[in-house]
């Protein structure tokens, strides 16, 4: 074999080579160092003493890691929902080809360009009570209405909510008009020709045509309310107390504030057990619906 043929035999496992050796370091690698660690009772620095499950039943046993979980399933729940459906919403009336839709395109998915730092704190001007709407609907007149989501203790996590939707809504509207450009025209047209209205024809033919684009797109969201850490520290810090509290910034905190890295660990790999929970089960039925489709 020539020298030639070699190099680009082996030219791919050069280039793929410090990729794959850098995952398996920094990704798969400290998963492992960080799965140790919770088992021990590593505080501001690791300690490598096997402790057994100790740390994960302190975290059970914490009051504010419940808050933190339930906290998660309200943004997780809401966020996912009213990006879908908000998504969704756009990409159908976008798909209508209506004049000016590349400005309008656009106009929806600049939010996602944006940081989730920089989308927290403008949203916690827009809604904090003494500067942002609820000022504005004072110095209007509307001296009775109040919006003071922001510090409410019983309503603090879903401004992120708003927030979050905000940002996500118009990435979620360009995934799914990509899935509507690549159905064919022809079955709607068909559709049409038997009498079929458009409401229909979305319902029952395309939105169920693009089950592979929901999978991509739960999946995404599922990843990003998991661990949503800069939109909730931008937003409320956690507050008001730990009122909007999601499991990463609890895990930050522990780990790295108060000093006490196991049980900060141990809420780290409870959070890849949820992302794992939420793929798992995703992958599951996507794989069952393409093979029963062959």
């Known amino acids: 074999m020539s020298i030639r043929k070699q190099f680009d035999r082996w030219i791919p496992q050069l280039v793929l080579g410090p990729t794959l050796i850098a995952s398996l370091v920094f990704v798969y690698g400290f998963i492992f160092l960080t799965g140790y660690?919770?088992?021990?009772?590593?505080?501001?620095?690791?300690?490598?003493?096997?402790?057994?499950?100790?740390?994960?039943?302190?975290?059970?046993?914490?009051?504010?890691?419940?808050?933190?979980?339930?906290?998660?399933?309200?943004?997780?729940?809401?966020?996912?929902?009213?990006s879908i459906t908000i998504?969704?919403?756009?990409?159908?009336?976008?798909?209508?080809?209506?004049?000016?839709?590349?400005?309008?395109?656009?106009?929806?998915?600049?939010?996602?360009?944006?940081?989730?730092?920089?989308?927290?704190?403008?949203?916690?001007?827009?809604?904090?009570?003494?500067?942002?709407?609820?000022?504005?609907m004072h110095d209007w007149g509307w001296t009775s209405f109040t919006f003071d989501w922001l510090v409410n203790s019983d309503m603090s996590i879903y401004t992120v909510v708003i927030a979050g939707v905000w940002q996500s809504s118009g990435f979620v509207m360009a995934l799914f008009l990509a899935g509507l450009r690549g159905i064919d025209?022809?079955?709607?047209?068909?559709?049409?020709?038997d009498g079929a209205s458009l409401p229909t024809i979305y319902w029952r033919i395309v939105i169920p045509a693009m089950r592979p684009v929901f999978f991509s797109v739960i999946l995404i969201l599922s990843h990003i309310a998991i661990k949503s850490f800069d939109l909730v520290i931008a937003?409320?810090?956690?507050?008001?107390?730990?009122?909007?509290?999601?499991?990463?910034?609890?895990?930050?905190?522990?780990?790295?504030?108060?000093?006490?890295?196991?049980?900060?660990?141990?809420?780290?790999?409870?959070?890849?057990?949820?992302?794992?929970?939420?793929?798992?089960?995703?992958?599951?039925?996507?794989?069952?619906?393409?093979?029963?489709?062959?």
């Not at 395109?105 to 704190?121: D, E, H």
């Not at 949203?123 to 003494?130: A, I």
């Not at 000093?259 to 995703?282: E, W």
Request: proline residues 4%; without cysteine.
């Open 37 to 82: 660690l919770s088992l021990t009772e590593s505080r501001m620095m690791p300690n490598f003493e096997f402790s057994g499950l100790s740390q994960y039943y302190n975290l059970f046993d914490n009051e504010r890691w419940w808050t933190s979980l339930k906290n998660l399933g309200i943004f997780g729940v809401l966020f996912i929902g009213l």
């Open 185 to 193: 025209d022809e079955i709607i047209k068909a559709a049409q020709v």
């Open 87 to 136: 998504g969704l919403f756009l990409a159908i009336l976008l798909d209508q080809k209506i004049r000016g839709e590349g400005f309008l395109r656009a106009i929806y998915l600049y939010p996602m360009a944006l940081s989730f730092i920089v989308t927290g704190t403008a949203w916690k001007w827009m809604l904090n009570p003494s500067l942002g709407l609820e000022k504005v």
């Open 235 to 294: 937003l409320t810090s956690g507050g008001p107390g730990n009122s909007s509290d999601v499991p990463a910034i609890f895990m930050y905190q522990f780990s790295f504030t108060r000093g006490q890295l196991g049980l900060g660990s141990a809420s780290a790999m409870m959070m890849l057990a949820t992302i794992v929970a939420v793929l798992v089960p995703l992958m599951y039925l996507e794989t069952r619906s393409a093979k029963a489709m062959r």
